[in-house]
């Protein structure tokens, strides 16, 4: 664990629970999955942990009882940190968002949908919104066009989005051969199409290296990655310019459509691992 990247990020997020009344434990507690601080209120407890086998920060919540927490924990914002290619950048990057999920008007709302996700999957795989915000260490304007799609929609349409906002900065990000932030797209393209879920590991393969048009430039990203995500990956090739089903939309009330063509959505075949 990177102590300096923990010790950031409980700071920022002690500036704003402190004064909200939460309390912080003056000790690091031995999580079963790794370290973890906890901030005490009255009927409700966060924590900050990093996940040691999944090699990710996350904020937490659980209900405060006589006895202390209820220990059903409920994961509201997480983000990969690969102490290898990270650091205090990527450290401050999280820290804010911890803050935003915190002060969020929608936390409560964000509070429920983490525990139904935790309900229907057991296995936390992270999903395509995880996935785009851990690639804002490479793209910081994605943090904008994230949020400007969840504000909009009220699912968040993650092939759609992968299309329009992803595609064209890995494409452009591949023409860079040999560059640093091109090995460590390469890596998070790998890194979550081993950990994430059928979503992600779709995106990545059928939509982001699929889409990129000139194939030297694919083989700039591939030939970061492994031989044993490349053979994955050789299944995706078929799916190439495939025709998808349309993705279902539904924007939020209020907000009036602009949208152009019709958004689209995978099949579902992705190549088996």
């Known amino acids: 664990m990177n102590q ?3 010790d950031l990020i409980v700071s920022k997020l002690a500036n704003v629970l402190e004064p909200k009344g939460f309390q912080r434990q003056s000790e690091t507690t031995d999580d079963p999955e790794g370290k973890s601080v906890l901030f005490i209120g009255e009927t409700t407890v966060y924590s900050v942990l990093y996940n040691e086998s999944e090699t ?3 904020l937490r919540v659980a209900d405060m009882t006589d006895e202390g927490p209820d220990d059903n924990w409920r994961s509201i914002s997480n983000w990969i940190f690969d102490e290898e290619h990270d650091g205090i950048k990527e450290a401050e990057s999280i820290a804010n ?3 935003e999920t915190f002060q969020g008007a929608s936390r409560q709302q964000a509070m429920r949908r983490a525990k ?3 309900n229907k999957d057991k296995d936390n795989n992270p999903d395509p919104v995880f996935f785009f915000k851990r690639l804002v260490s490479v793209f910081p304007e994605l943090k904008e066009e994230i949020a400007e799609e969840v504000n909009a929609y009220e699912s968040f349409r993650g092939v759609t989005f992968a299309k329009q906002f992803v ?3 890995v494409q452009a990000q591949a023409k860079q051969k040999g560059a640093d932030s091109t090995k460590k797209l390469a890596t ?3 890194d979550f199409y081993k950990n994430g879920d059928l979503d992600v590991r779709s995106i990545i393969s059928m939509v982001l290296l699929n889409g990129i ?3 030297g430039d694919r083989s700039n990203l591939l030939e970061h990655m492994s031989p044993t995500f490349q053979k994955y990956y050789r299944r995706a090739l078929p799916y190439q310019h495939k025709k998808v089903r349309p993705e279902k939309e539904k924007r939020k009330r209020n907000l009036r459509d602009t949208s152009g063509d019709a958004p689209e959505r995978l099949s579902g075949k992705i190549p088996k691992r």
Request: proline share 5%; charged share 45%.
């Open 188 to 190: 998070l393209m790998e």
């Open 56 to 58: 990710r920060f996350e």
């Open 167 to 169: 595609l064209p900065k």
């Open 213 to 215: 048009t000139d194939a």
């Open 116 to 118: 139904r996700k935790a």
């Open 4 to 6: 300096k990247a923990f």
């Open 97 to 99: 968002d911890f803050i």
